[in-house]
């Protein structure tokens, strides 16, 4: 028999590897899903329409100008890298989990995004998410930030739905053992649908960023959370924001300047008196019923042997703590012990 015939045979019987799409001289189009094999880079105008696929604990290298459309299946373990910023189409969606390599770039929402329900997305580098105003779902999924120090997650420009706690241990957002990681909130309306947790990292507003629905943003974290300059942090009605650090300092709320504001929009800023909080520097701002909750009892000699809510720090007019209440508006103290360290002195 001829060997070549057979050899022919063989290799038309054997699955083919998947090579890199290299899209940089002529347009590559892959009408359906396209199985990488790990390594595989596809790169310039690389049209995957259909979809893709990434190999368990396999690495894909992603550097399209061409939104990708279709399901992108990671196997729970495999790993997007980016090359440029990925732009996923509005039929774009992902069927499980996924590692993502963000290498400083970008992923463009071009419509709105629902995560397959109760998977992990592992973010082992910096990485952007831009809803361009859209909405994404969490849907019981996680984002897990796990990559070296001072690793960030920017969600920008949407609205983010489903932020709560999904179990003791997990929670929609979270952070792995090393130290410095952090999650950037730009310009994002978040939509809480059961009590959340922010534990291990830091935590950034821009512009401004919007709690809602009748749950509790406990800030449990020994990391700061900063308001940058030009942002607000807004409590909608009913909102509670739990201010309670496991080291109890209560200096991690950090208003960058007079122009960096909390918005009690009806909310609640609870602290309990284990820790106390200090509000320097930055903006209160107050509308409808709002309220300033603690822990103090009638019994108790208020603010004696436990932490106080304390405006300013009594020593620079720089550190004082702008407060606007608005007309026909209300800030309720509720068993709180507070201080106006405000003063009139040179800076």
């Known amino acids: 028999m001829n060997y070549k015939i057979l050899l ?33 880079v596809a790169r310039g105008f690389v049209w995957l329409a259909g979809g893709l696929s990434v190999p368990a604990d396999g690495t894909v290298t992603l550097d399209l100008p061409i ?17 440029s910023d990925l732009y996923l189409a509005s039929d774009a969606s992902f069927a499980d989990g996924c590692k993502v390599d963000g290498a400083d770039k970008s992923i463009h929402l071009r419509s709105s995004l629902k995560l397959p329900a109760g998977k992990t997305f592992e973010i082992t580098s910096n990485t952007t998410i831009n809803g361009n105003g859209n909405r994404l779902d969490l849907n019981g999924s996680n984002f897990y ?17 489903g932020l709560r706690d ?19 909130l730009d310009n994002v309306t978040i939509y809480l649908t059961g009590d959340y947790t922010f534990a291990g990292g ?27 300059h030009g942002s607000m942090l807004m409590l ?88 606007d209440i608005m007309p026909s508006a209300q800030l309720v103290n509720m068993s709180a012990a507070i201080s106006f360290g405000n003063i009139d002195l040179p800076v």
């Not at 930030?145 to 739905?161: D, E, F, H, I």
Request: proline content about 3%.
């Open 8 to 40: 022919l045979l063989g290799l038309m019987g054997a699955p083919l590897r998947a090579v890199s799409l290299d899209g940089t001289s002529a347009v590559v189009y892959q009408s359906g899903p396209y199985a990488f094999s790990d390594g595989n």
């Open 67 to 83: 939104p990708v459309s279709g399901p992108i299946t990671c196997n729970e373990t495999g790993k997007l890298s980016l090359g």
């Open 145 to 161: 930030v796990n990559g070296a120090s001072a690793t960030t997650l920017r969600l920008k420009n949407m609205v983010l739905y």
């Open 166 to 184: 999904l179990s003791d241990t997990i929670a929609a957002i979270r952070f792995g053992e090393t130290e410095g990681h952090r999650l950037v």
């Open 202 to 228: 830091a935590l950034s507003i821009v512009e401004t960023v919007k709690l809602i629905g009748d749950h509790t943003f406990n800030y449990t974290s020994s990391k700061h959370c900063i308001i940058n």
């Open 236 to 323: 909608d009605m009913h909102v509670t924001f739990n201010y309670q650090p496991e080291d109890r300092l209560a200096k991690h709320l950090v208003f960058k300047g007079r122009d960096a504001a909390l918005f009690l929009h009806g909310g609640t800023l609870f602290v309990p008196k284990a820790n106390g909080i200090n509000l320097v520097k930055g903006h209160l701002i107050v509308d409808h019923k709002s309220y300033i909750q603690q822990d103090w009892v009638p019994d108790d000699d208020f603010g004696v042997g436990g932490g106080r809510v304390v405006f300013g720090d009594g020593k620079h007019k720089g550190a004082n703590m702008a407060v």
